[in-house]
């Protein structure tokens, strides 16, 4: 797939969400532009790996902070994956997961 950096506009600011963040690191022309993305993208990382280790009810802070990059579709979406992990019903989650176990422990 060819992309074009074709994006020479300077970020000045919050991207939206997700998706603005991705299409920032794919199109931006200016290295500065680039690392920015990719710096917000850690951040929103980070405030979701963040949402799994707090005990249930006390994610509200974490919550908000994704709210600045998230769409509450996005949300509603991790919301309902984290469930689906926690009530053992995400198959392809918990196989990647016991993959990288088993691969930490020398098994495969």
Same mark, same amino acid.
Not at 13 to 19: A, D, I, M, V, Y
Not at 56 to 70: M, P, R
């Given at each position: 797939?060819? $992309?074009?950096?074709?994006?020479?506009?300077?970020?000045?600011?919050? @991207?939206?969400?997700?998706?603005?963040?991705?299409?920032?690191?794919?199109?931006?022309?200016?290295?500065?532009?680039?690392?920015?993305?990719?710096?917000?993208?850690?951040? @929103?990382?980070?405030? !979701?790996?963040?949402?799994?280790? $707090?005990?249930?009810?006390?994610?509200?802070?974490?919550?908000?902070?994704?709210?600045?990059?998230?769409?509450?579709?996005? !949300?509603?979406? @991790?919301?309902?994956?984290?469930?689906?992990?926690?009530?053992?019903?995400?198959?392809?989650?918990?196989?990647?997961?016991?993959?990288?176990? @088993?691969?930490?422990?020398?098994?495969?």
């Amino acid at each position: 797939m060819t $992309v074009k950096y074709d994006d020479d506009t300077p970020i000045s600011g919050r @991207l939206r969400n997700g998706k603005e963040i991705v299409n920032a690191i794919r199109h931006k022309t200016n290295g500065k532009d680039v690392r920015e993305s990719i710096a917000q993208l850690g951040e @929103l990382l980070v405030g !979701m790996i963040s949402m799994l280790d $707090v005990p249930s009810g006390q994610n509200d802070n974490y919550k908000e902070d994704l709210k600045k990059y998230a769409t509450q579709e996005e !949300m509603n979406q @991790l919301d309902a994956k984290i469930k689906r992990i926690i009530m053992g019903s995400d198959h392809e989650t918990i196989k990647l997961v016991v993959r990288e176990i @088993l691969k930490e422990e020398g098994v495969i």
